[in-house]
């Protein structure tokens, strides 16, 4: 009995303690919900039939379409091949950032990608223009528009425009919902008006295009028309007669042309005739050539042969005047046995026995 005592008294305790710990709260910062779409945003043109070209926007400018009520047909498309529109791009150009509720006053409008809101959810939604086409004012070709307005009734006209500009801009969106009593919350969490909207839901993606118009029967208006085709016209009968001068010129110059082609055959003919002819002279020309050559040859080696026997004779011949000159400088002396001496130049003068015969021995000496 008294264990069971002691027992209560330590439940009792600690539920005492318990309640006496302050509870865990987490501070939330309010957000303000509904801000407005910018102004001009508001003022752009959102045509929800347009919307298969968010991902060539470049396409759907210069087209003429059809609005009929709800429903948007594109008729055609009148741009000039050697001018396409001009496009450019953007990635931050951030146009609009907060989070709606259900009392948005563009709850589920196209104008935002049909982003509906229910009761008791907030979404978060982000604008971005991320790429703008365009026509400048000499890009459009107002004759073309005004030859196939021609055909156009009066009650179509009125419903017909043209697309000048056109818009992309994504629509990230992700929704929040609305915390219930005491649930556990995770993910992004915050407060408006006291009640606490959490989510761990991603971004989703969505686009949205928007378009400058112009009415046909306003194009038309800034335009004369008649002017235009008159003008075209004459234009185009001016570009025909000058297509028939150049067509004349051309063909007299293909004459001239053949004349010459002719004339330069002919020469060819010729020439090839006479080259011939050539060759044949080239033939027997070349035998005499290799003929003259040859004597040519012989006659150099007899040149140099006769070279060489002049050089030997003229050779001989100063050895012969050499020796005559020496011959004239030899001195020849005689002694007689008693000693006696007698020099002479030649042996001429006199002779070598006879000098014996008078008893003289002979000794030569050269100088």
Partial sequence: MQSRFYSVLFLLFAAQILFAQPSRKIKLNPVTVGFDLPESYKQRTFIKGLAGFVNKIDQLVGAMILVDGNKTSVLTRFVRQEKPPVVTTATSDVIYNSKIDSKFKFNGAYSIASTKVEKDNICEIILTDIGYAFLPEDYIPYLEICRAATNVAPETRSKTYYVRSAKLTTVYTRAFQKVQGNSE??????????????????????????????????????????????????????????????????????????????????QVEELRRTLSESLVRTVDMQGQLHEAQERERAALEQLNAAIRRADEMTARAQAAQQNVENREEIILTFKSKEG???????????????????????EILKR
Avoid: P, W
């Avoid at 007698?342 to 021995?361: A, M, N, T, V, W």
């Fill in 340 to 362: 006696k001496v007698l020099e002479i130049k030649s042996l001429e003068e006199l002779s070598e026995e006879k000098l014996r015969e008078l008893g003289f021995d002979v």
């Fill in 185 to 266: 919350v995770s993910g992004v969490v915050f407060s408006v008006g006291g009640e606490v909207f959490s989510t761990t839901d991603q971004f989703k993606l969505d686009y949205v295009v928007s378009v400058d118009l112009v009415s046909l029967e306003k194009l038309l208006s800034l335009h004369n028309c008649n002017d235009l085709l008159n003008n075209e016209e004459i234009a185009r009968r001016e570009k025909a007669e000058k297509a028939r001068l150049e067509s004349m010129r051309a063909d007299e110059e293909k004459k001239a042309r053949e004349q010459e082609a002719l004339a330069a055959k002919n």
